[in-house]
């Protein structure tokens, strides 16, 4: 969603004074692998149009995946009706489960494993749920192989491509993750997640322009904005793009089921939040060369830099100035 | 890159296989092989691998160690068997020869260009044939498309 009025509940990501790539995956304390958040109907508008309009780059799937799907529905269903029973209702009666969507006045009836009483495959249905992407990681040979994904908001990458890799092929285009061994040790990490234990982390990039659907296949289009970053429009055009992201082991498939929950907030919502402000700005400023070029900060990090010396000098100057009155 | 070939040392058997354009690449190390008495085993293939080769590797006891060096077309397949039977990147060196055609996956519209790396090795760059979008070859290889990834050249 994008965030132009609370900041309250906004994912922000930074710690510390600096950013470097690492593993950052924490337990998960309420254990949901979704999440609704108050743009559900608009994002949910958005997504099943890109579905319908773009398939080829929003769902993909290899067949053998398909009773990890169920699992991943069963999942995110559970899920829904425990976090928020007002919005969502499921009766069971044995197989048969009838998932009613309340946000959307929806219901529908299906029999668990058997494909003809759905229209699409479990995973694309349930995605057309929820907010998240949703992308199973298959476990074979000591490996993770993206093997089946709905993706509509993805940062600069392609489903369409990168289905069937394993974890170090899908990151391999990532400066110094393997030369430090982030690739294998973030690997072995998830290869021994347990069921009963899920963990989730924050990832961060910039973006200029507000759209959720950055997917590889438009970088030609929204890219381009990227040379349009100055120091006056900078706060206005510049967006942070917070992905809130889970990781469940499905205990049947020993699958993993990797949830995306994307934010963006313009830029200058920061000024509200002073200390968000001052911390940014010498996050961006000492950010290596290596990770500011992938996160595609590069073409615009020095109009953006004079925009928040800009902003955090005149928060000084009211500073000061309230300090003469007193 | 040919030149630091060198032949890894401690192994129970060396298994070569070449074709024409790959012999004299991996003679040297046949040649050492055969100097210093070390068990070793040369297969020459002429065009495609056959179900032999598939074979000759399969029963291959731990140990050995893999060189395969040939033209591209025909060092993927072999790449493609030896991996299905398990053989890891520590057992096993491929070594492409000549000109490598590669398959180039457009970012935009998903079509296949093919691209030859020997020429425009310099830019690594091309037009993709269906939506004429200008592509910059990256290195970035998808098993299930058998191609590289080709990222938007200018914005």
Redesign the interface.
């Known amino acids: 969603m994008i965030y132009n009025k609370a900041l309250a509940n906004f994912p922000y990501p930074f710690k510390g004074d600096h950013y470097r790539y690492s593993n950052n995956s924490v337990p998960l304390e309420t254990e949901s692998c979704v999440e609704i958040s108050p743009n559900y109907r608009d994002d949910m508008h958005l997504k099943r149009h890109l579905l319908s309009h773009h398939p080829e780059r929003c769902y993909k799937s290899l067949a053998h995946t398909i009773d990890a799907q169920w699992e991943v529905l069963e999942l995110v269903c559970l899920h829904l009706v425990e976090q928020y029973p007002e919005n969502f209702v499921l009766n069971k009666a044995g197989d048969t489960w009838t998932f009613k969507n309340n946000l959307l006045n929806e219901e529908y009836t299906f029999r668990l494993g058997d494909l003809h009483t759905l229209t699409l495959e479990p995973l694309d249905f349930i995605g057309r749920h929820v907010q998240e992407d949703l992308l199973l990681m298959m476990q074979k040979d000591n490996n993770l192989f993206l093997e089946a994904g709905q993706l509509c908001f993805p940062a600069n990458w392609s489903l369409a491509f990168n289905l069937g890799m394993n974890f170090n092929q899908i990151h391999s285009p990532i400066p110094g993750f393997k030369e430090e061994g982030l690739d294998n040790r973030i690997l072995r990490f998830l290869l021994g997640l347990q069921p009963s234990s899920p963990w989730w982390r924050l990832n961060w990039s910039l973006m200029a322009g507000n759209r959720l659907d950055t997917s590889l296949e438009t970088f030609d289009q929204w890219g381009k904005d990227r040379k349009n970053v100055t120091k006056e429009n900078a706060g206005e055009l510049v967006h942070l793009r917070v992905e809130v992201q889970k990781l469940f082991r499905l205990p049947r498939s020993h699958a993993i089921l990797f949830t995306i929950h994307t934010h963006i907030l313009p830029i200058h919502r920061l000024v509200d939040k002073p200390d968000w402000l001052i911390q940014f700005q010498a996050i961006i400023q000492e950010l290596p060369d290596y990770i500011s070029n992938y996160k595609g900060i590069g073409l615009y990090r020095d109009p953006l830099l004079d925009y928040l010396e800009e902003q955090i000098k005149s928060i000084e100057d009211q500073q000061k100035g309230e300090g003469q009155h007193d | 890159m040919i030149e630091s070939i060198k032949l890894v040392p401690g192994k129970r058997k060396y298994l070569f296989i070449t074709d024409q354009l790959g012999k004299e690449v991996l003679k040297p190390l046949i040649d050492q092989a055969g100097e210093e008495a070390l068990n070793n085993e040369v297969i020459e293939i002429k065009n495609a691998p056959s179900e032999s080769i598939k074979e000759k590797l399969q029963e291959q006891k731990m140990g050995t160690f893999l060189y395969a060096a040939a033209s591209w077309n025909l060092l993927e397949q072999l790449q493609e068997i030896a991996q299905s039977l398990g053989y890891s990147e520590e057992e096993s060196h491929f070594i492409g020869c000549g000109a490598q055609v590669k398959r180039i996956?457009c970012?935009?519209?998903?079509g296949i260009t093919l691209y030859s790396s020997t020429q425009n090795s310099v830019e690594h760059c091309i037009t993709c044939d269906h939506c004429r979008?200008e592509l910059e070859v990256?290195?970035?290889?998808?098993?299930?498309?058998h191609a590289y990834?080709g990222?938007?050249l200018k914005?």
């Open positions: 996956f970012c935009r519209c998903h979008l990256s290195e970035h290889y998808s098993p299930l498309q990834l990222y938007v914005l």
